[in-house]
């Protein structure tokens, strides 16, 4: 029997500063849409969804 490789769980590592910040401002619009798309359903969800937004924010601040 032959070895097979599995790509599940492979990573493509961002090679660019450039490159991180946009893939970063394009999550952080994610979570926010979501978030407002959420909030008057559940509380929950909503604050789960501003959490990520600030935790990206803040990673954007620092580059």
Known sequence: MNN???KVGA???ITGLS???SIL???HQNFM???ASVAAKENQLDEFF???A????KI???L
């Open 50 to 52: 501003k959490r990520k």
């Open 11 to 13: 990573v493509t590592p």
């Open 19 to 21: 490159q991180a910040a």
């Open 4 to 6: 097979q490789n599995c």
């Open 25 to 27: 401002e394009v999550m």
């Open 60 to 62: 954007l601040e620092s």
């Open 33 to 35: 849409e979501k978030a």
């Open 54 to 57: 600030q935790s990206i924010k």
